[in-house]
C-alpha cells in the first residue's frame, strides 16, 4: 500500500532552472493539492486539482504550473526557479463525498533548495 | 486577523503530562475540523477528525469543538516524548469547499 509519494525527496537547483516534482497516489483520490511550507507561514497552498485536466489556483500559485493527465499523478513545475522557492513541498489528495470527509493526506515532502 | 490562529510554542511538558493544544478561527461557516501531526522532516499525518461541535476520542487523544466560541482543543492525556512533534489544526466549510485552511502549528516536546 504505497500511498502517496513523492519524488525527488531532496533537490538542489540554480536559480533561473527548471524543476519539475512529482507526485503520485495510489488511492485513486479525485482531489489533490500541493502546498509549500516555510518558516512562520505554515503550509499554503500553491495549486489544487479537482479531477484530471481540472487544476485550480491556490494561495501562491505564481511562479508555478501544475497538470493532471492522469488521476494518479500530479507534477509541479517551477518554470524558472528563484531562491524564494526555496521550500519543503507536500503533496496532498483527498476524497470529499458530498462535502463530507474533505480530510487530506500528505505525501513525504520534497526539500528543494535554489542556489 | 487570520483565519486560523495557533500559538507556535514551543510548549515544552513533562513526560505523563496532559497536553491542551488549540486553535481559534473567524470563519463561521467551518464545520468540518482535524488536528495533523508531524514529525521532524515528515509530513503531516491527519491524527483527529470532527464534524460540527462536541468531543472526540481515540486513545490518549481528545479533540473537542465549541463552534460558539469558534474554539477547538486537543488533548493529549499521559504524554509521551514519542509526542513530540508539531501539531497542525486544519478546518473546512465542506459542502463543496475541497480546500482546509490551516493554522500554523504548534510545537510540542515531551521531555523523558
Known amino acids: 500500500d504505497a500511498g502517496i509519494t513523492q519524488s525527488p525527496r531532496y533537490k538542489i537547483t540554480e536559480t533561473g532552472r527548471q524543476v519539475t516534482l512529482m507526485c503520485h497516489q495510489t488511492w485513486s483520490h479525485s482531489y489533490m493539492f500541493w502546498y509549500r511550507q516555510d518558516l512562520g507561514h505554515g503550509l499554503r497552498l500553491i495549486y489544487y486539482s479537482a479531477a484530471a485536466d481540472i487544476t485550480d489556483k491556490g494561495e501562491v500559485p505564481d511562479g508555478y504550473v501544475v497538470s493532471r493527465s492522469k488521476t494518479e499523478n500530479f507534477p509541479l513545475t517551477l518554470e524558472s526557479a528563484t531562491r524564494s522557492q526555496t521550500s519543503v513541498y507536500f503533496c496532498?489528495?483527498?476524497?470529499?463525498?458530498?462535502?463530507?470527509?474533505?480530510?487530506?493526506?500528505f505525501g513525504p515532502g520534497t526539500r528543494l533548495t535554489v542556489t | 486577523q487570520k483565519e486560523v490562529e495557533q500559538d507556535p510554542g514551543p510548549l515544552s511538558v513533562p513526560e505523563g503530562a496532559i497536553v491542551s493544544l488549540n486553535c481559534t478561527y473567524s470563519?463561521?461557516?467551518?464545520?468540518?475540523f482535524m488536528w495533523y501531526r508531524q514529525y521532524s522532516r515528515k509530513g503531516p499525518e491527519l491524527l483527529m477528525y470532527t464534524y460540527s461541535s462536541g468531543n472526540k476520542e481515540d486513545g490518549r487523544f481528545t479533540a473537542q469543538v465549541d463552534k460558539s466560541s469558534k474554539y477547538i482543543s486537543l488533548f493529549i492525556r499521559d504524554s509521551q516524548p514519542s509526542d513530540s512533534a508539531t501539531y497542525l489544526c486544519a478546518m473546512s466549510a465542506g459542502s463543496g469547499y475541497s480546500t482546509l485552511t490551516f493554522g500554523k502549528g504548534t510545537m510540542l516536546l515531551v521531555s523523558p
Open positions: 470563519n463561521s461557516a467551518f464545520q468540518y
Open positions: 496532498a489528495s483527498s476524497e470529499p463525498q458530498g462535502g463530507r470527509k474533505v480530510e487530506q493526506y
